[in-house]
């Protein structure tokens, strides 16, 4: 009996009852490269499928074992008795394989899929059209070169050409901008940050409107997982950490504060990152949580380490899980790299990857030089080599759809040799059937990550800070040209204040006819 023409919303009621769905499609020229939804349909309606040999069924769904393929009459009967005959629990395996298997396949999905390629193609041009190689143009002037693409270079450029109406040549030794902030899709599809997590958090209203010209944002609350016990908890510290650690039933936020009161050591003079600790915690929350990840991040224990450090994770009372506070915490949809490439493609604007600034082709000159690279590399190390730390990371995609609860697990322990792993789907908000993780093990050479906040280092830095203070056409911004621990939105606000200043002296020498002498 042909029922007709009915609704999609009415196929499920049709589909329940019946055990088995048929697709005996003819094999011939009309059929040999059509991809029938009814597979995916009769799926979704909780029935197992017997098909003839229809190609985009057999690479699509003939690995599956709700579905039976069949080459004549004889064939579909069999399969359809073999079906029928199965147990329930065969059924519910079925069924849990199928939504498994559509997850990804809705229209929605498909479409987002494609539209994050084309965003992606898109971008690739973007920067290729921006950046020429160093064997391009010898002989070019530009009113500023700014030395590095992350943060501090690329908002500098950006506000001195937008702002300021001055040509801009921008130059980084990777092949790529963006910094450290830079994200690609990797093989598997995932969208991940090569040199490892990076969260945006604020509160100022002026720094994430300036970012938003240049991206939308997916809204996006951080939390972390420590691993210690032998179960993961939440870090920083709170109520739940302190209740799953030890059994306890504390309550409220005043019963969490006289217990770690309980268990704080006094000291009388706080002024390394072990006395920051214990005095708010504890040994034995020191002991789990801070030595370990300390010493194997800064390669040094936490007794030799500035206050500062540890201040930066502080202990709750109450049983808030996000890792940041800040009023505005979210992520750019389409990736740090499309932000950056948005923010770099200014007319006024030129940018060269892969060159560093003694690399620089012979007849490039300049007016103004902004500096965002390791201040003590400017000066040829003259004063000695600033101590930083560095970071390995460790990229891998694992055959499953999510492998950790959250987008980074921390392991404190110091016998194991990662401090954290980062799931970069949580992130980013992508479905995949698989996903992409990065482990992170500290080390002592390679790029420079983190000023180490010591006495020694701070007092080296000084020298080299007043040596910057005397370069008349040198400015000097961001993180390692300031040698100090910035978040990427006090690196965007630095940036911002610096060229406010620099663009109001520029406008006071024009008005008393003084001006800057080109440099090479």
């Not at 789907?425 to 995949?432: I, P």
């Amino acid at each position: 009996h042909w029922l007709g023409r009915k609704d999609y919303a009415d196929l499920p009621a049709y589909a329940a009852g019946w055990d088995v769905a048929l697709m005996p499609f003819a094999l011939n020229a009309s059929t040999e490269f059509i991809s029938p939804t009814k597979t995916p349909e009769y799926m979704a309606s909780g029935l197992p499928v017997v098909s003839t040999m229809v190609r985009d069924v057999v690479s699509g769904y003939g690995h599956l074992n709700c579905i039976r393929l069949a080459k004549d009459a004889a064939g579909f009967v069999e399969a359809c008795a073999d079906l029928i005959s199965a147990p329930d629990s065969a059924r519910m395996a079925w069924r849990a394989e199928a939504r498994d298997c559509l997850a990804d396949k809705s229209w929605d999905g498909i479409a987002g899929r494609i539209t994050r390629q084309i965003d992606s193609a898109l971008v690739t041009r973007r920067i290729a059209d921006l950046a020429f190689p160093a064997s391009g143009p010898k002989a070019q002037h530009h009113d500023v070169l700014v030395v590095g693409a992350g943060f501090a270079g690329s908002v500098m450029a950006e506000r001195i050409a937008a702002g300021s109406g001055r040509s801009v040549l921008v130059i980084d030794k990777r092949d790529h901008i963006a910094g450290n902030a830079y994200d690609h899709h990797d093989e598997a599809g995932i969208l991940v940050h090569k040199y490892g997590p990076h969260i945006f958090h604020t509160n100022s209203r002026d720094i994430l409107a300036y970012l938003s010209r240049f991206t939308r944002w997916r809204p996006y609350e951080h939390r972390v997982l420590a691993q210690v016990d032998g179960q993961l908890v939440p870090m920083p510290i709170n109520r739940t950490t302190l209740n799953r650690l030890y059994g306890l039933g504390l309550a409220t936020e005043a019963e969490a504060e006289a217990y770690l009161a309980s268990v704080a050591v006094p000291v009388s003079d706080i002024k390394t990152s072990r006395d920051t600790v214990v005095a708010q915690v504890g040994e034995d929350l020191y002991e789990k949580f801070f030595k370990g990840y300390t010493r194997k991040q800064w390669g040094v224990d936490p007794s030799a380490l500035d206050k500062s450090v540890a201040a930066r994770v502080p202990a709750r009372t109450n049983t808030d899980d996000r890792y940041f506070t800040d009023t505005f915490q979210c992520m750019p949809a389409d990736g740090y790299t499309a932000m950056f490439a948005r923010m770099l493609d200014e007319p006024r604007i030129t940018v060269m990857t892969g060159t560093g600034f003694a690399d620089l082709p012979d007849g490039i000159t300049w007016d103004h030089l902004v500096w965002t690279g390791p201040i003590d590399e400017y000066f040829g190390h003259r004063l000695g080599k600033l101590p930083y730390r560095s970071l390995r990371f460790e990229h891998e995609t694992l055959p499953c759809e999510q492998a950790q609860p959250v987008a980074v697990v921390n392991y404190p322990d110091e016998a194991v040799p990662y401090t954290r792993i980062t799931e970069y789907k949580h992130l980013t908000g992508q479905h995949a059937p698989l996903t992409s993780i990065t482990r992170e093990y500290p080390a002592a050479e390679g790029d420079p990550y983190y000023p180490i906040p010591n006495d020694a280092a701070q007092a080296m830095f000084k020298r080299y800070d007043a040596l910057a203070r005397a370069c008349d056409n040198v400015t000097f911004v961001g993180r390692l040209a300031t040698y100090r621990y910035y978040n990427m939105d006090q690196i965007v606000g630095q940036a911002l204040a610096t060229w406010r200043r620099l663009d109001a002296r520029w406008q006071s020498e024009a008005l008393t006819g003084s001006g800057a002498v080109a440099a090479e």
